[in-house]
Each structure stands twice: as C-alpha cells, then as structure tokens.
C-alpha cells in the first residue's frame, strides 16, 4: 500500500525511533491476540483523579495493568471489574514490542505491561508523561492498530514545541533515553474505515512498569 503522508516524516530527536509499518509483517497474529485479550477483559472508560471519564477506552494485558480511578494513577496486577489478573502477555506482543526496542537500540526489553487504549472519532489523550514506571532506563514501545491518528510529541516541559505526527496501521513508536519523560498524547481523532479495525484505532503501549 503506498503510504499518502510521507511528508510527515520529521526526525523526531534522540531516544525516539519511527518504525513505519512495522507490525505489519505480524498483523494477523497481533489482531488475533488483541481480540483474545479484549474477549477476557473488555475495553472501559476509566475515571481520572479528577473525576473525568476518559474519551479513551482502556484496557491491559500483562502482569500489571495500568488503572486510574478517583484515588489516582497507578499499575495493578488485577483488571479492578473482575478482581481478576489481567489477561496474559500474548506471545505475538511480547516478541514484537522486543522486536521493536532492538531495533530502536533498547535490547532486552521485557514489557511487564501492555495498557491498550481504544479511540473512536472524537476521542483524543491529551499531553501527559509517562512516569507511574519503576524504571526509566526501560523505553516505551507504542504499536498504532487501525485508523490513524496524530501524534502529539513534545519534550521535557509541558510548553515544550510540540511535533504533529501521523501514524498509521502497523506504525511503531519507541522512545527512551534522554527522549522517556516527553511530554506526549493524541489529536482528537477524525473519522475514517480500517479494512481490519472498522471505525476505530487502538494503541498497544508496552512498558516495563514493575
Ligand atoms: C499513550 O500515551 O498512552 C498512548 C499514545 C497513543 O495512543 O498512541
Ligand atoms: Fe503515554
């Protein structure tokens, strides 16, 4: 398939790589796990601190599982709807997020927890970091699945210039280093039909939390 916006193609700086398409060589056995994993502990709006639910739908596999509710942000071994542990780490994803950190110059990445988020038109992850993670010498791998979406990267600072970026069906993100503490989120979607996803993208980020 060619691809419509390689003029988005901006050096994102050191500690960040842009894999374009990388999971696509895997597609078929990464959908396949998505969809067991979203069968045994469904997509939900989760609840921030502050009391707002998030447009975003969420869910985890993997021995801890990334939550929000009134009380805070935090990884938990157990899906809170079921007191039960979250669903394995399937083989495809833990090879392939190992797969992607190699190839970003993270070897021997393990991920303990993939969090997946759901985002239908409209819905959008506004700029956050990523820091409730024990270890920040471990990088995040960041598969996009489905419609695309924009990428929002910045830096250290919240006010940090932000780069627009788009990702697309298979895209992998990774970033660590000097790059891990950015300031990061998404665009509220536009609406657009994935052969494979529908009306919908879903972001698998995996970390090394515990
Ligand atoms: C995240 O920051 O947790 C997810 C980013 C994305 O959906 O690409
Ligand atoms: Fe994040």
């Known amino acids: 398939m060619t691809r419509l916006f390689e003029d988005f193609e ?3 700086g050191e500690g960040v790589a842009m894999l374009r398409g990388f999971a696509l060589a895997e597609e078929d056995a990464v959908l396949a796990a998505l969809e067991s994993v979203t069968g045994a502990a469904p997509f939900r709006h989760m ?3 502050g009391g707002f ?3 975003v739908g969420m869910t985890n596999c993997g021995a801890l599982g990334w939550v929000s509710d009134r009380s805070g942000y935090r990884y938990a071994p157990c899906d809170p709807e079921t007191g039960k542990p979250w669903p394995a780490m399937p083989h495809a994803f833990a090879a392939l997020s190992g797969r992607a950190a190699a190839a970003a110059g993270f070897s021997g990445f393990e991920s ?3 969090l997946i988020n759901r985002y239908a038109p409209g819905a959008k992850l ?3 970091q990523d820091r409730n993670e ?3 010498s471990q990088p995040i791998v960041s598969v996009s699945l489905g419609i695309p979406a924009v990428f929002l990267f910045g830096g250290e600072h919240r006010s940090s ?6 990702l697309e069906h298979g895209d992998i993100v990774v970033w660590g280093g000097p790059a891990r503490l950015f ?3 998404i665009a509220p979607l536009k609406e657009a039909a994935h052969p494979r996803l529908g009306g919908c993208r879903v972001n698998l980020t995996f970390r090394r939390a515990g």
């Open 126 to 128: 506004t700029l956050h």
């Open 47 to 49: 609840v921030t601190p």
């Open 112 to 114: 303990d927890a993939c």
């Open 183 to 185: 300031y990061h989120g």
């Open 53 to 55: 639910r998030m447009s």
């Open 134 to 136: 024990r270890d920040f």
């Open 10 to 12: 901006v050096p994102l």
């Open 161 to 166: 210039p932000i780069r627009r970026v788009r």
